[in-house]
């Protein structure tokens, strides 16, 4: 699964797919695509969204910052830590609270309290550079017209599933099962209807 801590879409995926673990035999895989670089040089989107653009480069950075220094296991428990905070939390909602989040998150997580410099979006730094290659491999396995989630599922990936609430036991595993049947179809691309919830954290 390719996230971006930021996204409460990409939340709800993630606590799918942690249902799915106990009711299938996979495992997850976790990788870190940010949105900030999606939209990055759009003038079209909205002010309000900018700036949560704006925000969004800190728990990316952070995340892929911990995992260069600490291995890849790190990231899902990061990212449980941010997004527990942010989505079910409510919180985040501006710069100085993202800081507060995110070094919760580093002592939730057991990780050193220093990562959180890695939290200011430097373009062209290592971070930024590891960054945009984690992007870029979710963004090249799905293509550009897509936001997060992305799950890749052996040689195919889709943006999605957007779901809420995020379905439990046997309802995860069957939505696993439904995921798995359009992902092996040869020329499935899309099934899609308007979103009228938000998302449910319960």
């Given at each position: 699964?390719?996230?971006?801590?930021?996204?409460?879409?990409?939340?709800?995926?993630?606590?799918?797919?942690?249902?799915?673990?106990?009711?299938?035999?996979?495992?997850?895989t976790w990788s870190v695509m940010s949105l900030s670089v999606?939209?990055?040089?759009?003038?079209?989107?909205?002010?309000?969204?900018?700036?949560?653009?704006?925000?969004?480069?800190?728990?990316?950075?952070?995340?892929?910052?911990?995992?260069?220094?600490?291995?890849?296991?790190?990231?899902?428990?990061?990212?449980?830590?941010?997004?527990?905070?942010?989505?079910?939390?409510?919180?985040?909602?501006?710069?100085?609270?993202?800081?507060?989040?995110?070094?919760?998150?580093?002592?939730?997580?057991?990780?050193?309290?220093?990562?959180?410099?890695?939290?200011?979006?430097?373009?062209?730094?290592?971070?930024?550079?590891?960054?945009?290659?984690?992007?870029?491999?979710?963004?090249?396995?799905?293509?550009?017209?897509?936001?997060?989630?992305?799950?890749?599922?052996?040689?195919?990936?889709?943006?999605?599933?957007?779901?809420?609430?995020?379905?439990?036991?046997?309802?995860?595993?069957?939505?696993?099962?439904?995921?798995?049947?359009?992902?092996?179809?040869?020329?499935?691309?899309?099934?899609?209807?308007?979103?009228?919830?938000?998302?449910?954290?319960?």
């Amino acid at each position: 699964m390719f996230f971006d801590p930021l996204c409460p879409w990409a939340w709800m995926t993630s606590r799918w797919l942690m249902e799915v673990e106990k009711v299938r035999p996979i495992d997850v895989t976790w990788s870190v695509m940010s949105l900030s670089v999606l939209n990055e040089g759009r003038d079209d989107l909205p002010e309000q969204y900018r700036e949560l653009l704006s925000r969004g480069w800190a728990p990316v950075r952070v995340v892929i910052a911990a995992a260069r220094e600490h291995g890849d296991e790190v990231k899902k428990k990061l990212y449980d830590a941010i997004g527990t905070r942010l989505h079910p939390g409510g919180r985040g909602k501006d710069e100085a609270d993202m800081r507060t989040v995110l070094a919760e998150a580093l002592e939730e997580a057991g990780l050193p309290a220093e990562l959180i410099e890695a939290a200011d979006n430097v373009p062209g730094d290592e971070i930024d550079k590891a960054l945009r290659a984690s992007h870029e491999r979710g963004i090249s396995l799905v293509g550009q017209d897509v936001g997060t989630p992305i799950i890749a599922l052996e040689d195919t990936a889709f943006f999605g599933p957007v779901v809420t609430p995020a379905p439990k036991g046997q309802d995860a595993g069957r939505l696993w099962d439904g995921s798995v049947l359009v992902a092996s179809t040869p020329g499935f691309y899309e099934l899609k209807r308007t979103r009228d919830k938000d998302p449910d954290f319960s």
